[in-house]
């Protein structure tokens, strides 16, 4: 049996990619897409479990959340989380640790990354500068992380201090009210070509082919996986210009994440 198994949850690869780095440092680790799992209890069951996730909301994605409640017997000595934010990781981590708490699972250690934005509706893709800045602290955090880790040492969860608390929560809870219901906004264009490279991509389930052309459900995650990947760039978002650049990590392929 391996000695880590990372579960992971992306919708535009950064998060995929901290899980490959952090796999290369520690060896001998699985990968595991939190999307792509089919049984509802999960069971931590090799010596050391990663968890490794973007900030949604400042907060964690309601995936993970419900990935975190499904936990159903861990035997692992040493867990840890990494979360990846923009800008801001609010109280993702604090989140975490309260939810693997609910499970009796102790969280070891635990890091925020910064990434390059994948949230359209905020703005197209960062600057190939602050990208590229991005990356390079990325690397160095990872490596200093994996050496935490390797030891397995404790560190104490070091959330963002601003916004406060209270404002955190008041926006975590809008999100997870509306969020399902984000892809009411998507629309298709005649770029189309019916690949159905979004509906395989789409964590949820959320997509379904219609005479060759995507339709949404009422369960989106908001991931942008199907938006930032589509290779025609034939989906717009209502209210937001369709020339914006869009994102994803540029060593990650959408078949990277296909989950079916
Ligand atoms: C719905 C949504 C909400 C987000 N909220 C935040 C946020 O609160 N703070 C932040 O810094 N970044 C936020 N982001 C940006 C992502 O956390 C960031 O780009 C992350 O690296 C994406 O990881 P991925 O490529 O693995 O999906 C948000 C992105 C999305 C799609
Ligand atoms: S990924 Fe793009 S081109 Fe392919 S089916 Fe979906 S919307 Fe159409
Ligand atoms: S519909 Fe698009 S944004 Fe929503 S979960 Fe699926 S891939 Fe992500």
Redesign the pocket.
């Known amino acids: 049996m391996m000695n880590t198994k990372i579960y992971?949850?992306?919708?535009?690869?950064?998060?995929?990619?901290?899980s490959r780095t952090m796999a290369e440092h520690l060896g001998d680790t699985e990968l595991i897409n939190i999307a792509s799992l089919t049984n509802d209890k999960v069971v931590f069951d090799t010596p050391c479990v990663g968890i490794?996730?973007?900030?949604?909301?400042?907060?964690v994605?309601l995936i993970v959340r419900r990935f975190l409640e499904n936990v159903n017997a861990s035997s692992s000595e040493y867990v840890f989380a990494i979360?990846?934010?923009?800008?801001?990781?609010?109280m993702?981590l604090s989140q975490t640790q309260e939810l693997l708490n609910n499970k009796n699972i102790t969280l070891n250690a635990s890091s925020n990354?910064?990434?390059?934005?994948?949230?359209?509706?905020?703005g197209g893709a960062e600057s190939e500068k602050i990208q590229q800045h991005k990356f390079k602290e990325a690397k160095i955090k990872l490596c200093d992380f994996a050496a935490i880790v390797k030891q397995k040492a404790s560190t104490a969860v070091d959330d963002a201090k601003m916004p406060p608390a209270f404002i955190v929560s008041i926006?975590y809870r809008i999100?997870r009210w509306w969020?399902p219901r984000?892809a009411r906004r998507y629309r298709v264009t005649n770029e189309c070509n019916g690949c159905g490279i979004c509906a395989k991509i789409c964590p949820s389930e959320n997509i379904t082919l219609k005479d060759g052309r995507p339709v949404w459900s009422d369960h989106c995650?908001?991931?942008?996986?199907c938006i930032?990947f589509c290779p025609q760039s034939a989906i717009n978002c209502k209210r937001i210009p369709p020339d914006r650049k869009h994102?994803?990590?540029p060593e990650?392929k959408a078949s990277d994440l296909l989950v079916r």
């Open positions: 992971y949850f992306s919708g535009t690869g950064n998060s995929l990619h901290i490794v996730f973007p900030v949604y909301a400042l907060g994605p979360c990846n934010s923009a800008s801001s990781q609010g993702a990354v910064f990434m390059p934005s994948n949230y359209l509706p905020f926006i999100f969020i984000f995650e908001c991931c942008m996986a930032q994102y994803h990590h990650v």
